[in-house]
Structures are given as structure tokens and as C-alpha cells.
């Protein structure tokens, strides 16, 4: 069965740093693209960027380029999602979603996602 | 980036009844290997997004033959023939064409 556990709910002040995490189980993690999507309180879903664990391909939003860094460690089928110097404006709920694959080729489009970490950054 | 527009925002169903969303494209999402990378997704209160349908028209598994997914190039609906209240949620189309994969705003749909 294919599981993405992520880690808990963070709290943090404006500044911190923060890496939060997403255990991939029940399948083969360096051959599925895995990606992060934003969901802001109340609002929609916004796709942040993906990693291919394999060769760590990694690709972002323009958006979030140069604000997030994705990465992956292959070791522990883990991926991760981190932040130098959290902003008010990080608060939202984030999931890890994985790439789905064919019997030939393998995607971004996502097939199966975590259960979400809610990330607060206040004063 | 790809723009995703979903019609109407919101739904309000009878059960029992069909019920249909509308995505629109800003670009065709027909690729040169032949396949349209639509997808649909259901976020039901207090979920993580789960995968309704694949490429236009191919159900997930363990999803219900009550949903259905049609269209081409730029145009895409999503039905369902028979609303259940466990169908309630807001639904997102969503393109993986071209990156960035871009979202529709979303479709919540409530049980009259």
C-alpha cells in the first residue's frame, strides 16, 4: 500500500528556518516524481514544485522559486520541504503528493498524497 | 503559466441527481504523445486532495463508475450521474502539461 506520512504541525516565528518532511512507503520512491502543494487557509491548491529522487531533477514554480527548496533523500525514502526565513504569509496547510506512473513512463500529475502539515508563522 | 477556469464555483445538489463542472484552459492540454493531461481531484472536508480522474477520462481506482470525465483540447466536464452526500467537497481540475501544474480555482459542492 502506498503511504506519505508527513511530519507534524509546526509553529514558528517570522524568521525562523523550517524543514518539514514526507515518508514515502509501498512503492519504489526513486522512480515517482514527488511534489509539494500550498494550500493557504481557506483557499485553493497551488503546486509549489516536484523531485525526481532518482537524479534529484528538481523543478519549481516560478512562485515559490528562490522562497522554498525541495529535496530528497533516497536513503530513507523521505522528501522534504524547507524555508531559510518563514513570512506571516507561509502559513498554510502543505502536501507532499506523488507522481504517478504508466507501465511505461512515469508523471507529475499526482496520485496519491500525504496527509498534510500545517505550518502557522506568527509573531 | 497554463490558466485553469472552473464553472460554476459552487454547487448546490438534490441527491439523486446529476451533476456537472466545467474546466477551461487557457492552453490546449493535448500533448504530441497523444494523451491530454487533465486530471480531476476531490477534496472532501477536512482531506488531503484525492485523484477522482486521469487523463481526461480514466477513473481512479476505487472510484465510483458514477463519475465521468470528458472533453478535449481546451474544454473539460466533470459529471457525476447520481450525487451522494458523501460526494460533498470542493472538486479541482487540474493540467500537468506544462509546468508550473496549474489548478482551477475549485468547485464546492454541497448536498441540498
Known amino acids: 500500500e502506498v503511504q506519505l506520512v508527513q511530519s507534524g504541525a509546526e509553529v514558528k516565528k517570522p524568521g525562523e528556518s523550517l524543514k518539514i518532511s514526507c515518508k514515502a512507503s509501498g512503492y519504489s520512491f526513486s522512480t515517482h516524481w514527488i511534489g509539494w502543494v500550498r494550500q493557504m487557509p481557506g483557499k485553493g491548491l497551488e503546486w509549489m514544485g516536484i523531485i525526481y529522487p532518482g537524479d534529484s531533477d528538481t523543478r519549481y514554480s516560478p512562485s515559490f522559486q528562490g522562497q522554498v527548496t525541495i529535496s530528497a533523500d533516497k536513503s530513507i525514502t523521505t522528501a522534504y520541504l524547507q524555508w531559510s526565513s518563514l513570512k506571516a504569509s507561509d502559513t498554510a496547510m502543505y502536501y507532499c503528493?506523488?507522481?504517478?506512473?504508466?507501465?511505461?513512463?512515469?508523471?507529475?500529475?499526482?496520485?496519491?498524497w500525504g496527509q498534510g502539515t500545517l505550518v502557522t508563522v506568527s509573531s | 503559466e497554463i490558466v485553469m477556469t472552473q464553472t460554476p464555483l459552487s454547487l448546490s445538489v438534490t441527491p439523486g441527481q446529476p451533476a456537472s463542472i466545467s474546466c477551461k484552459s487557457s492552453?490546449?492540454?493535448?500533448?504530441?504523445?497523444?494523451?491530454?493531461?487533465l486530471y480531476w481531484y476531490l477534496q472532501k472536508p477536512g482531506q488531503s486532495p484525492q485523484l477522482l480522474i486521469y487523463e481526461v477520462s480514466n477513473r481512479s481506482s476505487a472510484v465510483s463508475d458514477r463519475f465521468s470525465g470528458s472533453g478535449s483540447g481546451t474544454d473539460f466536464t466533470l459529471k457525476i450521474s447520481r450525487v451522494e452526500a458523501d460526494d460533498v467537497g470542493v472538486y479541482y481540475c487540474?493540467?500537468?502539461?506544462?509546468?508550473?501544474?496549474?489548478f482551477g480555482q475549485g468547485t464546492k459542492v454541497e448536498i441540498q
Open positions: 492552453q490546449s492540454l493535448l500533448h504530441s504523445d497523444g494523451k491530454t493531461y
Open positions: 503528493a506523488r507522481g504517478y506512473c504508466s507501465s511505461t513512463t512515469c508523471y507529475t500529475a499526482s496520485d496519491h
Open positions: 487540474m493540467q500537468s502539461i506544462q509546468l508550473p501544474q496549474t
